[in-house]
């Protein structure tokens, strides 16, 4: 009850329009910050909503299968230049992500991992790797403005971090395949 209390907290300070302003103010601050802290508040729910919700979840997300491609979907629109365009243009795109981004996208992660089994979770690293190269080489190599709310700089300084972010997966993904996380301390 508490972390859902934290997460109410800090969902709410994320809602004020400062805060707003200075998180969608630049595109990287925006992607890499602005949409992972909505995904984490979402994660800072699930507890309670189990505990509330506890048959739905046994229900509709019995092995994780469902939570986890719901999350990859959310996340895969998040990662469009035009979604990010239009969260900063209509007021009901910029409502969405408030919503999808917690709800749709954090509430089932938290619940999917844990029931996931290796193989599954690796394909999660594997998809977000190649999706990250994928946007990076959008963002970068694109010759023109794919959002209109941003500089073609700040474009490219996303495109970078896209890349270092699959790096970084890739790296955590292959040193995941030489330690057994079975063991208990």
């Known amino acids: 009850m508490k972390l859902a209390i934290y997460g109410l907290g800090l969902y709410i300070f994320m809602m004020l329009p400062p805060v707003i302003t200075l998180f969608e103010s630049i595109m990287v601050v925006h992607m890499h910050m602005q949409m992972p802290l909505l995904v984490i508040i979402g994660m800072m729910f699930t507890p309670y909503l189990k505990k509330k ?23 895969s629109y998040w990662m469009l230049p035009r979604a990010m365009d239009e969260a900063l243009t209509l007021p009901l795109v910029e409502i969405f992500k408030f919503i999808s981004l917690p709800f749709l996208a954090g509430v089932p992660l938290r619940d999917s991992w844990q029931k996931l089994m290796k193989f599954e979770k690796n394909s999660v690293y594997i998809f977000f790797s190649v999706l990250s190269g994928i946007m990076a080489w959008i963002y970068i190599a694109s010759p023109t403005q794919l959002c209109n709310n941003y500089l073609v700089t700040e474009q490219r300084a996303l495109g970078w971090t896209f890349l270092i972010t699959g790096l970084c997966i890739i790296i955590y993904f292959i040193q995941s395949l030489f330690i057994d996380d079975t063991e208990d301390y």
């Not at 048959?55 to 959310?74: H, T």
């Open 53 to 75: 919700f506890p048959g739905f979840f046994e229900a509709w997300n019995q092995n994780g299968i469902p939570g986890i491609v719901l999350f990859l979907i959310i996340m």
